[in-house]
């Protein structure tokens, strides 16, 4: 991204990352939901995975590189109190509006949601990389008391993904009943 569009490395990252995946992610769907009954966990274990090791390699690009997600940087503004009043809400608005679009994006495209589910795992990346520029030794487990521990975070993190993985699993599988035109109630309640 950065020797091709080094202007928009920040989103062209994203994207180099993301769209290998879309049509594999689609047809190992596809084979999956024609051979067997409930092949949810199986997509939601590829996507979770996908998640770990994508947002992995955007915290050690970020780690090595501070300026080379520029446009994620900007988006890592978390105050760490998301308990509080307008902060909480608009966390929360931000959360539906981004799985909406992942369920959204995927219904209509297939696994598309992917792309978006990129994009997060570079922002939450790039926030994880900050966290441990900011940390020494056992403060990566502590914290301290300007700078939370990156463990902190797994938690809502951990609830947020899986929401948003959940979005493009369920996103893929309506795409694929309505491609295979599968609009039997027994469909769409599996």
């Given at each position: ?63 090595f590189k501070p ?18 009043g307008e902060a909480?809400?608009?966390?929360l608005l931000n ?96």
């Amino acid at each position: 991204a950065n020797t091709l569009f080094p202007s928009e490395k920040s989103i062209m990252s994203v994207v180099f990352a993301s769209l290998p995946l879309v049509y594999p992610l689609i047809t190992k769907f596809m084979e999956d939901n024609k051979s067997s009954v409930n092949p949810y966990f199986e997509e939601f274990s590829i996507y979770s995975v996908l998640f770990v090791g994508q947002a992995t390699g955007f915290t050690l690009i970020s780690f090595f590189k501070p300026n080379a997600l520029t446009l994620q940087q900007e988006l890592t503004g978390i105050t760490g109190q998301f308990l509080g009043g307008e902060a909480f809400t608009e966390i929360l608005l931000n959360n539906l509006t981004v799985f909406t679009g992942i369920l959204a994006v995927s219904a209509i495209i297939g696994s598309a949601g992917v792309c978006i589910l990129v994009w997060n795992a570079s922002v939450l990346g790039n926030f994880i990389a900050s966290l441990i520029r900011r940390l020494e030794g056992f403060q990566l487990i502590t914290g301290t008391a300007k700078t939370a521990s990156p463990l902190a975070y797994v938690p809502h993190t951990t609830l947020e993904i899986s929401g948003f993985i959940l979005a493009g699993v369920t996103g893929s599988m309506i795409s694929i009943a309505v491609y295979r035109e599968h609009f039997n109630k027994q469909t769409w309640i599996n």
